[in-house]
Structures are given as structure tokens and as C-alpha cells.
């Protein structure tokens, strides 16, 4: 007999159908998938080394049934800081202020998606918590993800802070087939910088210095 899993869902008709339809999403995603090999430091030493403001990230990827054969889902990231806030100072309501926004802005049943491509936006002002790097297909594109990121904090872009660069030869500068490397006798693909494709909202987590479990706002908001 297959394996069974048990999911026990409570809420609305349509907060049901919602959750359904992410556990699908999720199960297709996940299922028989290898995540490679991550490169980082514990949660624990980071959190010795580095003092920082609370942190909201939101977690992109492109849908599952756009995905092209034998090549990764492509993924992408982007995050601010909380300013005005502090681990010691947040509150529950806070955070579930903050979770009701995001699912407004970026969730639901038809997800906040752009581009990524060969070109980077940047909007670097950090008198209010924002250094966003985006690599995006066009300059739409980048202020489309910049607008609505700051929307969360009910924040206008001021534009002086924005900045768009646009490479002369893209498809040359980041070749989307850039071919293998022989590596101790065996073929491995070069990687992709820069992919043209798609990009869904996922998933969106909040971190607090001294907390070294990190808190997910959204598909359902977690407070670990």
C-alpha cells in the first residue's frame, strides 16, 4: 500500500480550498526532489556574530508546471528590515498584522508573480529597512516587485533611490546554455546566472535577532 498522509484542515469554505490547493502545490514540489547541498552557518553562531532588526523575507519560485525537464526550479528571494521594530519589541498582534498584509498583497488564490531575468533593480534606502537587489526581465518588472514589497509597510517608492542596470550583451554576458565542465573526470553542468522565468510568491517568514527558529507568516502563520 502507498504511503498515506492525513492532513486535518480547519477554517472557511474558502480558507479550506486555499490550504488545499497549497498542500497540492507543496506535495508536487517537494516530492522526490533533492535540494543539493547548502552552504551556510548555524543558526545559533550567526545569531552570536550578528546583531540585526527584525526581518521579514518572502520566497518566490516558478510554478511547477512551467518547469522545463532537467532543470532546477527557478528560485528567488528578497527581504527588509523591520526599523522602528526590535525582537524585544514586536507583538503577537504585530505579527499577525504583518501576516494578514503579506496574504493580501502577495497570496491567495492567484499568487503575486514577475519576471526574473538578465537585468538588476536595486532600491537601496535604508532609513526605512530597504536593500533590494532583483534581477528582473525589464525595468516594469523590477518596479512592478519594488512597489509592491514596500506596500507592506504601506510605504510610496521614492524613485531618487532606485536604479536599473541593463547589461549591453545579455544573452552573451549570461548565457542561459553555457555548457559543462569536466570536474575529476565526470561532466557537470556550469550554472545558469540570470534565467529568464516565471516566479510565483511561495512562502514568507519573519526573523527576530535571539529567536533561532525563524517565524512563517505565510501559507499559515507559525510561531514556533
Given at each position: 500500500?502507498?504511503?498515506?498522509?492525513?492532513?486535518?484542515?480547519?477554517?472557511?469554505?474558502?480558507?479550506?480550498?486555499?490550504?488545499?490547493?497549497?498542500?497540492?502545490?507543496?506535495?508536487?514540489?517537494?516530492?522526490?526532489?533533492?535540494?543539493?547541498?547548502?552552504?551556510?552557518?548555524?543558526?545559533?553562531?550567526?545569531?552570536?556574530?550578528?546583531?540585526?532588526?527584525?526581518?521579514?523575507?518572502?520566497?518566490?519560485?516558478?510554478?511547477?508546471?512551467?518547469?522545463?525537464?532537467?532543470?532546477?526550479?527557478?528560485?528567488?528571494?528578497?527581504?527588509?528590515?523591520?526599523?522602528?521594530?526590535?525582537?524585544?519589541?514586536?507583538?503577537?498582534?504585530?505579527?499577525?498584522?504583518?501576516?494578514?498584509?503579506?496574504?493580501?498583497?502577495?497570496?491567495?488564490?492567484?499568487?503575486?508573480?514577475?519576471?526574473?531575468?538578465?537585468?538588476?533593480?536595486?532600491?537601496?534606502?535604508?532609513?526605512?529597512?530597504?536593500?533590494?537587489?532583483?534581477?528582473?526581465?525589464?525595468?516594469?518588472?523590477?518596479?512592478?516587485?519594488?512597489?509592491?514589497?514596500?506596500?507592506?509597510?504601506?510605504?510610496s517608492p521614492d524613485w531618487q533611490f532606485f536604479n536599473?542596470?541593463?547589461?549591453?550583451?545579455?544573452?552573451?554576458r549570461y548565457d542561459e546554455t553555457p555548457g559543462s565542465?569536466?570536474?575529476?573526470?565526470?561532466?557537470?553542468?556550469?550554472?545558469?546566472?540570470?534565467?529568464?522565468?516565471?516566479?510565483?510568491?511561495?512562502?514568507?517568514?519573519?526573523?527576530?535577532?535571539?529567536?533561532?527558529?525563524?517565524?512563517?507568516?505565510?501559507?499559515?502563520?507559525?510561531?514556533?
Amino acid at each position: 500500500m502507498a504511503d498515506q498522509i492525513k492532513l486535518i484542515l480547519e477554517g472557511s469554505l474558502d480558507e479550506i480550498e486555499e490550504k488545499i490547493r497549497q498542500a497540492i502545490s507543496d506535495y508536487q514540489f517537494f516530492k522526490d526532489k533533492s535540494f543539493g547541498t547548502v552552504y551556510g552557518i548555524p543558526a545559533e553562531s550567526y545569531q552570536e556574530l550578528i546583531t540585526f532588526k527584525p526581518q521579514v523575507i518572502l520566497y518566490f519560485q516558478q510554478p511547477y508546471q512551467e518547469k522545463t525537464p532537467n532543470i532546477p526550479l527557478k528560485r528567488s528571494q528578497h527581504g527588509f528590515r523591520l526599523i522602528g521594530k526590535e525582537s524585544q519589541t514586536i507583538t503577537v498582534a504585530d505579527v499577525e498584522a504583518l501576516a494578514a498584509r503579506i496574504k493580501t498583497l502577495f497570496g491567495g488564490s492567484t499568487p503575486f508573480f514577475y519576471q526574473t531575468g538578465k537585468s538588476r533593480a536595486t532600491y537601496s534606502d535604508k532609513s526605512k529597512g530597504y536593500q533590494l537587489k532583483i534581477n528582473c526581465f525589464d525595468k516594469i518588472n523590477g518596479k512592478k516587485i519594488i512597489e509592491q514589497i514596500l506596500d507592506i509597510n504601506n510605504h510610496s517608492p521614492d524613485w531618487q533611490f532606485f536604479n536599473f542596470i541593463q547589461n549591453e550583451e545579455p544573452n552573451n554576458r549570461y548565457d542561459e546554455t553555457p555548457g559543462s565542465l569536466i570536474i575529476l573526470g565526470k561532466s557537470h553542468k556550469k550554472p545558469v546566472r540570470r534565467r529568464v522565468a516565471k516566479v510565483e510568491f511561495h512562502q514568507a517568514t519573519l526573523a527576530l535577532h535571539g529567536k533561532t527558529e525563524q517565524i512563517l507568516l505565510y501559507p499559515s502563520l507559525i510561531i514556533p
